[in-house]
């Protein structure tokens, strides 16, 4: 059941990622149409809200309202209807006169507002996020284990090369000791999630042992709990554990490396110089996350999300490769 709502929340996160995204460029939209009439008008762009606080009655009508705003697919007046736009008009103190008067004033104010409002529902979203992420945590599975182990042990035969050599020929004897995934996966759609995890677990390895005790300070409570767990019968465990050594990250899950660089906004100031923003990465980990469960369930990625797997992976591995110095 937690595996379920962790796999659940994640979707959520997903789709509001997607939506921030959706904001995120209808910000850019309205600023460039804002800035070429600030440049008729040769006047600056000085009418913003970063940083103001904005009370509580404000944020719950923009979270109401923005899609109608936005589409102008209701009859509203903002001028007369909306709380947000005589606030926005008192706090720059933008005369009447002005916007009845000067057409290009109007429209100014009008983008200003749409901008306004688009940046409170945005922070309304990373707030949903924060608290989305939280609840991962929350929903972890410790008894969830790597798909890539067999029977407690990670797996170290070569990894296949063909797709002969992961199905089997539809004449050869059923061999009970071949892994599930070199029976059953594609063998591309594999490789491309077995490297980006290779390439995870190295980026970790270089990042937290530069941090004084990497894995009581950085390792959130749960993972420590699902690693301890799961490797209850490791007669090596507890010698690793006391050294903390970095080959405890690789026993660790692919939701694992997930969660250690995108559960907090202030862990990931340890990655904010590898990749380009915590959403970008958040977004990216999380499909990555869902085509490696249906990879792990035997059911093949379509074309069109295996061009995404691959997309991904391509870009983590330059992105990290860049941060270790690494040419390929």
Known sequence: MEEFEFEEIQKEILETEHLR???????QFFQKQLDEILLKLNERDDRTIDGVE???SLTAEVNKNIHDWISKDGDTDLEYDTELYTYLKNYFNVKDSE?????LQKDRFELEFYRAALK???????????DLNGNLLVHYNAR???????????????????????????????????????????VHQFQLINNL???????LKEVLKQQDNWYKNYI????????EKRNQKNPNFPQLLENES????????FKDYQLIITSSFSQYELFKNIFPNIHYVTERLIEASIFRNQIAHSNELSTSQETTLSNITNEFIMHINEYLGIIE
């Open 21 to 27: 995204k959706v904001f995120v460029d209808q910000i």
């Open 54 to 56: 904005i009370k509580p």
């Open 99 to 103: 916007l009845k008067l000067d057409e």
């Open 120 to 130: 409170i529902r945005l922070e309304s979203i990373d707030k949903e996020l924060i």
């Open 144 to 186: 969830s284990k790597p798909w890539l182990y067999e029977n407690d042990e990670e797996e170290t035969e070569e990894e296949p090369t063909t797709i002969s050599s992961v199905q089997g020929s539809s004449d050869a004897p059923e061999d009970e000791g071949i892994p599930w995934w070199k029976k059953n996966a594609n």
């Open 197 to 203: 995890e290779k390439k995870l677990r190295s980026l």
């Open 220 to 227: 959130p409570k749960e993972i420590k709990h699902g690693l």
């Open 246 to 253: 970095l080959e405890l990250i690789d026993l660790l899950m």
